[in-house]
Each structure stands twice: as C-alpha cells, then as structure tokens.
T-cell receptor, first 113, second 117 residues
Framework: EAGVTQSPTHLIKTRGQQATLRCSPI?????VYWYQQALGLGLQFLLW???????NRGNFPPRFSGRQFPNYSSELNVNALELEDSALYLC????????????FGPGTRLTVL | AQTVTQSQPEMSVQEAETVTLSCTYD???????LFWYKQPPSRQMILVIR??????QNATENRFSVNFQKAAKSFSLKISDSQLGDAAMYFC??????????????FGTGTLLAVQP
C-alpha cells in the first residue's frame, strides 16, 4: 500500500511569490491535514480537509489556503510569501471514521529567500 | 485550549539501555487520544504508540511502552533495549476524540534522542 506522498520535495521561492504544495493521501483516506514545522516553533496545525471541504484551520493568516480534490488529494497554497514561511510542510491523511491514526508524508521543504 | 509539554529537549541513552521520555498535557476534555510519533533524520513522521484516554491499561508496542497517568495528565514513553535506529526526534501529541469541531493533532516541542553505541 502506497503511503502519503508529497511534492515537490524542496521548493525555493522569493518573498512575495506564491507557493503550491501537493499531497496525495493513502488510498481510501478521505481526510487530509496540513502541518507546518518551522524551526523553533514545532509542529503547528494548518488545515484539515475532509470530503472536499475545509473542516478546520489553525491560527494562520488567510494567505494560507488550500483545497481538496474529488480524488481526496490536496493542495496547499501560500500567497505573498514571507521569510518566516520557510519551514517543512507536512501532510497527513486518515480515515475520518475508524482509525484515529494520522499517517504522515515526507514533507515539502519550503525556503523563502 | 489544550497544550502539550515536553520538558526534555534532548536525551541520550546507551545502546541496549532503557530511556524514558516525558510528556505532560493540559485539557479539560475527558475523551481524547495521546500519541508518540518518531521523526528520524529522513524526516518522515511515524506513529510509535497510541493511548486512548478511556483505557486504564498502558499501551505497549514491542520495546515501546507508555506510562499514562490520567489524573496527573502525564504520558511518558519508555524505550527498552535501545537500538541505534531509535535515534530520532520524538513528539508527544494530543487529539480530542472525534465528535468535536476539530480533528487536529496538538504536538509538543519534541525530544531529540541520541543513542550511543
């Protein structure tokens, strides 16, 4: 069974640009979560999507947004990039009912110059 | 708001020895889950062990076991017979039981475990 996949592995952008990060959940999983792992700040919850809808978002500005597609894959968009957006962005997926385990992908390292 | 605290930024253990990583949390909920995740240098987060709050019995997975003290809001991880492959960042995490408005994991700041040969 394929795990959670994320692309790209690394992404380098300059301040003010937009970044798009992608995530494919484990087959059969309908929930996708995004977390930011910034140096010194730990892992912070960003967004939760289930069945194509945003269910919950963390304490992040509106320039962090995303969507979930009919095949349950997800996209995270970060607009007007700032230097402090540099971080590892982790995607996780789970079954919304049943297992409570979130399975994580390898992450996308976003560097903002 | 729920919080998770890991007071040991770094720990070290000799190969084959036992080490305990500490975690405390704060919540007013009675129904929740606690997790320990491992993040090796390759950075893919892996679930180590899970504890349901309503279960009094401590969870065990091979060499990994927890000491869950609900009243004290403490959830420590014991690694027995430590192996070089156990070297990683360990995160303690909390999740409210589904039925609330959120399904998110709340993480502690992590403990970096080094295993000495």
């Amino acid at each position: 069974e394929a795990g959670v996949t994320q692309s790209p592995t690394h992404l380098i952008k300059t301040r003010g640009q937009q970044a798009t990060l992608r995530c494919s959940p484990i087959s059969g999983h309908t929930s996708v979560y995004w977390y930011q792992q910034a140096l010194g700040l730990g892992l912070q919850f960003l967004l939760w999507y289930d069945e194509g809808e945003e269910r919950n978002r963390g304490n992040f500005p509106p320039r962090f947004s995303g969507r979930q597609f009919p095949n349950y894959s997800s996209e995270l968009n970060v607009n007007a990039l700032e230097l402090e957006d540099s971080a590892l962005y982790l995607c996780a997926s789970s079954l919304i009912r049943g297992s409570n385990e979130q399975f994580f992908g390898p992450g996308t390292r976003l560097t903002v110059l | 708001a729920q919080t998770v605290t890991q007071s040991q930024p770094e720990m070290s253990v000799q190969e084959a020895e036992t080490v305990t990583l500490s975690c405390t949390y704060d919540t007013s909920e009675s129904d929740y889950y606690l997790f320990w995740y491992k993040q090796p240098p390759s950075r893919q987060m892996i679930l180590v062990i899970r504890q349901e709050a309503y279960k009094q019995q401590n969870a065990t997975e091979n060499r990994f076991s927890v000491n869950f003290q609900k009243a004290a809001k403490s959830f420590s991880l014991k690694i027995s017979d430590s192996q070089l492959g156990d070297a990683a960042m360990y995160f303690c995490a909390y999740r409210q039981n589904y039925g609330g408005a959120t399904n998110k994991l709340i993480f502690g700041t992590g403990t970096l475990l080094a295993v000495q040969p």
